[in-house]
């Protein structure tokens, strides 16, 4: 079974400060890793995926297969980052993602 | 392009009563899903399709139908709604699976059952 573990709740960090949400997984195979991110009234939205290694909004996380972890990183929160960010997991030959619990980041001015 | 529509956005229900909450797509997508999103407990998969015609269950199926008839419409129908199921449900579509895959999501409905 494949399981998205996001361990804190709510992170609050103020504006300038470095932000990184945590996300675990449990799979046995080849894991495809995501973020969605969910800002006030707006629906929820890819806001990267770890095939791409790319950097959206400033965010990047790596997928660290050694410690089973993909988690979320920006050098500089802005108070626009603030909102639900949820971690998921996509196993081999799957059409829906596993969705973690979701932390909520709130950013401070 | 409208992507993801669902309807109603907000809804109340006495304990009791059935409903269907109502998703469509025109994107073509193949994937459709519903979730519901509970605080601390994140985005649980209700129902799912793969296609017209072809639905499988989720985490959390219980109290809840699902028909595939189109490839653009999957509702969601509440048989007899308890408070339990008071949530805001999402519907989501995507066109492929695997690594490039993206769920496109509604912009979701409001249940409370009182």
């Known amino acids: 079974a494949q399981r998205v573990t996001q361990p804190e709740k709510l992170l609050s960090v103020f504006k300038g400060a470095p932000v990184e949400l945590k996300c675990n997984y449990s799979y046995s195979g080849s894991p495809e890793l995501f973020w969605y991110v969910q800002y006030s009234r707006q629906r929820l939205q890819l806001l990267l995926r770890h095939i791409s290694r790319e950097s959206i909004k400033g965010f990047t996380a790596d997928l660290n297969k050694g410690e089973t972890s993909f988690h979320l990183k920006k050098p500089f929160a802005q108070e626009e980052d603030s909102a639900m960010y949820y971690c998921?997991?996509?196993?081999?030959?799957?059409?829906?993602?596993?969705f973690g619990r979701g932390t909520s980041l709130i950013v401070h001015p | 392009n409208a992507g993801v529509t669902q309807t109603p956005k907000f809804q109340v229900l006495k304990t009791g009563q059935s409903m269907t909450l109502q998703c469509a797509q025109d994107?073509?997508?193949?994937?459709m899903s519903w979730y519901r999103q509970d605080p601390g407990m994140g985005l649980r998969l209700i129902h799912y399709?793969?296609?017209?015609?072809?639905?499988d269950q989720g985490e959390v199926p219980n109290g809840y139908n699902v028909s595939r008839s189109t490839t653009e419409d999957f509702p969601l129908r509440l048989l007899s709604a308890a408070p339990s199921q008071t949530s805001v449900y999402f519907c989501?579509?995507?066109?492929?699976?695997?690594?490039?895959?993206?769920?496109?999501f509604g912009p979701g409905t409001r249940l409370t059952v009182l």
């Open positions: 994107m073509n997508h193949e994937y």
């Open positions: 399709s793969v296609g017209a015609g072809i639905t």
């Open positions: 989501a579509s995507s066109v492929t699976s695997g690594v490039y895959n993206e769920q496109f």
């Open positions: 998921a997991l996509m196993s081999g030959g799957s059409y829906i993602p596993t």
